[in-house]
């Protein structure tokens, strides 16, 4: 379409009519592909507290995406409202970890390829987000720190507790030390040698230490 041609055809006659049978092929994979990746967002997990809506929400969010842009792909009147009543939407939900930031944007992408048309794209472009979002994911290292907090009774008992961890992990770090007249408590950011975690029962058995604990560390804890 040529500007002259542009100017001249009225707004309400640039439409692109879409089947029923298209809108509803493209909404049918936009559930697979949603149900995809709330799949892979739960065998992915890593953090404290796994929350089911979010996934649920994983799969609404492709669905809602496929249906907006199916009719913001058939009329350009509408497509401008849309802009402008998506414009005062605000969203006011804390995001604490940034990969689930990535799964939302996921699920925004595929829902507009869907309604675009590519739909090789978007599901074979989800198959590789997929698969390597699990292996990035899910591959565990030694070097993958953890937080090791101990409340020890004395300043002796804080001695031997450092020698018994020089002795058993790679790498120690004091995050933070608090002192009161209770005790010590230590706050230790290690690297394990071996995937071997018996030394914490050890190190509770230590004279002078009241309570060990060892957790994993992804950065929801402390700075």
């Known amino acids: 379409m040529t500007f002259e041609e542009l100017f001249t055809t ?11 049978s298209d809108m509803a092929l493209a909404m049918a994979l936009a559930f697979i592909v949603g149900a995809f990746i709330f799949v892979i967002y739960r065998h992915t997990y890593s953090g404290v507290m796994y929350s089911e809506s979010f996934g649920v929400s994983l799969v609404a969010m492709t669905m809602i995406t496929t249906l907006v842009i199916l009719v913001v792909a058939q009329n350009i009147i509408l497509s401008l409202g849309m802009v402008g009543a998506l414009s005062i939407v605000r969203f006011r939900a804390a995001i ?65 507790v450092r020698k018994m961890l020089a002795g058993n ?33 050890r190190l509770s058995e230590t004279e002078g230490v009241s309570n060990a604990m060892l957790v994993s560390y992804n950065g929801d804890y402390m700075g």
Do not use: H
């Not at 009225?10 to 029923?20: A, I, P, R």
């Not at 198959?127 to 290292?141: A, M, P, Q, T, Y």
């Not at 770090?173 to 030394?199: P, Y």
């Open 10 to 20: 009225s707004f309400f006659d640039m439409t692109v009519e879409l089947s029923v």
């Open 96 to 160: 604490k970890d940034p990969i689930d930031i990535v799964f939302l944007f996921w699920s925004i992408a595929v829902g507009i390829v869907l309604a675009a048309g590519p739909i090789g794209l978007a599901i074979l472009g989800s198959v590789l987000i997929g698969v390597v979002l699990f292996v990035f994911i899910k591959r565990k290292s030694l070097s993958d720190p953890y937080i090791l907090m101990v409340v020890c009774d004395d300043q002796a008992a804080e001695e031997r």
């Open 169 to 201: 992990v790679r790498k120690q770090v004091v995050k933070s030390k608090s002192v009161s007249r209770g005790g010590i408590e230590l706050n230790f950011e290690i690297r394990l040698k071996e995937e071997d975690t018996a030394f914490v029962n």
